[in-house]
T-cell receptor, first 111, second 116 residues
């Protein structure tokens, strides 16, 4: 069975400091990994996905299959990055792409 | 354009009563998902619809939970004989297709269910 683990429930950093959110997964096949973000009073939305290899809002994430990790990083955190972040894994098969989520990490960026 | 909408936004019900939660997906999206967000369990998959195929019900926690999708569009999640542990935010998401390529899932605002 697939599993996503986010070991930190809360990360508190100062504005301008680097931030790294850890995500580890277990999956027997070839996974697709995502980071979703939920800002205060907003709906859950996609931040980035590993196949895109993009940098979104200064965030990057690299899939490390050897370590089964997909950590999210930003070199200089901003106050508007304060939100709840979820790492998620998708099973790519004919039956659909349902997401398995980690427990989430709350990021608080202090001024 | 219009995103995924859900109704009601909040629902308070007494233990043992039945509830229906509604989801209107983005027009043209053939895949529809229900998830549940609760304090104890985090975000968990419940059920998935893709076109006219049989739904994937593997995430439904008990036979008190059921869902249907009429005309390939609107979906209703029904919880019978609600229990206090059913209290959660129920999220609906839709995407272009759930098969093969992985498309972005767009989430609704959720329905907060409180069972007293």
């Amino acid at each position: 069975a697939q599993r996503v683990t986010q070991p930190e429930k809360l990360l508190s950093v100062f504005k301008g400091a680097p931030v790294e959110l850890k995500c580890n997964y277990s999956y027997s096949g070839s996974p697709e990994l995502f980071w979703y973000v939920q800002y205060s009073r907003q709906r859950l939305q996609l931040l980035l996905r590993h196949i895109s290899r993009e940098s979104i809002k200064g965030f990057t994430a690299d899939l490390n299959k050897g370590e089964t990790s997909f950590h999210l990083k930003k070199p200089f955190a901003q106050e508007e990055d304060s939100a709840m972040y979820y790492c998620a894994l998708s099973q790519i098969k004919a039956a659909g792409n349902k997401l398995t989520f980690g427990g989430g990490t709350r990021v608080l960026v202090k001024p | 354009g219009a995103g995924v909408s859900q109704s009601p936004s909040n629902k308070v019900t007494e233990k043992g009563k039945d509830v229906e939660l509604r989801c209107d997906p983005i027009s043209g999206h053939t895949a529809l998902y229900w998830y549940r967000q609760s304090l104890g369990q985090g975000l968990e998959f419940l059920i998935y619809f893709q076109g006219n195929s049989a739904p994937d019900k593997s995430g439904l926690p008990s036979d008190r939970f059921s869902a249907e999708r009429t005309g390939g569009s609107v979906s209703t999640l029904t919880i019978q004989r609600t229990q206090q542990e059913d209290s959660a935010v129920y999220l609906c998401a839709s995407s272009f297709s759930g098969s093969g390529n992985s498309y972005e899932q767009y989430f609704g605002p959720g329905t907060r269910l409180t069972v007293t």
